[in-house]
């Protein structure tokens, strides 16, 4: 069991400098602590983002840290140049030495994509025609060093191709997957996933990556992280903690909900209800002490089948305080716990 954190960099009403600052100190506090990776969400036009720009944020995180791996989860291919992006990559991994992720999604908000020009109706197509030509920028070394493609949506020809990665063929890829048909893809690929969700929806898809994984003839000893996310929050005690957690979630759930109660519309997925209580009880969130935060995840690791675990320490109005603290407790008192049952890579 590895343990990751998942940033939706969503707006804590500080002002932004201060905001950013605090998240570069929070990232260094996740290297300390011995956190494997640290994730960040790409959002547009809402407060629930604000790191529309995900490779700035990142191009500052390979310069105050040493070990910790990050990137983006993800970066929301329909509104990006493919081979800018590929370019992109290319620098953050020299940044950082190596220690890029890279997460790849066409995007889950209709109106945001709708904001840069983009029909949601061909996203996926869009989505998918990206990356083929940045996986090709960054893998497709053996035959030339130019890349021509000709597509719906991108033409290229004879582009020379002067930037390579340091991780090869490529960095690690990352997904987010919604529901077992994403699986075959992410088997055949060896792509990282993480599902966000009840633990039912959690279970249905750890089973089958590993099945497929299976008959596929991998390892197991070589499967990919299968992860899912979990607001997290720990106080000395489980009343604190709660206090805590029901303020900072309602800032939260209302940047959630933004831009689909400003276009009269509602998640199809990903629906997180309005009442943090009922998101507690529903187990997609681990709050209290840490002994109860310890055993909230011993049963939900357990039952759940992930073998990572990505934590959201900083979220709604959350202060820097706060969150370290539950960062501190967390790697004090319930990481140590917790043993690394069967190998695992990126």
Known sequence: MKFGVFDHLDDSG???????EHRLRLVELYERVGMHCYHTAEHHATPLGMCPSPSLLHSAIAQRTKTILFGPLVYTLALYHPLRLAEEICMLDHMSGGRFQVGVGR????????????????SQAIYHEAYAVVMQALSDKTRSETLTHEGEYFTFRDVPIMMHPVQKPHPPLWYGVGNVDGVAWCVKNRVNAVVNGPLARVREITDRYRAD???????????PM??????????PT???AMDIARRAYALWHRSFMFLWKKHNSAPMFAAFPEDFDLVFKAGLAAVGSPATVRRLLEAETSQSGVNYLLC??????????????????????VMPHFTQTQPVTA
Do not use: Q
């Open 226 to 235: 299968v992860g899912t996310t979990r607001h997290v929050v720990i106080a």
């Open 14 to 20: 500080r002002p932004l400098g201060e905001f950013y």
């Open 107 to 122: 995007g889950i908000s209709p109106f945001e994509l709708g904001y840069y020009g983009v029909d949601a109706s061909e």
């Open 312 to 333: 959201r320490f900083a979220f709604g109005d959350l202060t820097l305080a706060e969150s370290k603290r539950s960062v501190d407790l967390f790697a004090a008192e």
């Open 213 to 223: 994984w299976a008959a596929a003839g991998h390892a197991a000893a070589r499967m």
């Open 238 to 240: 489980d009343a604190e």
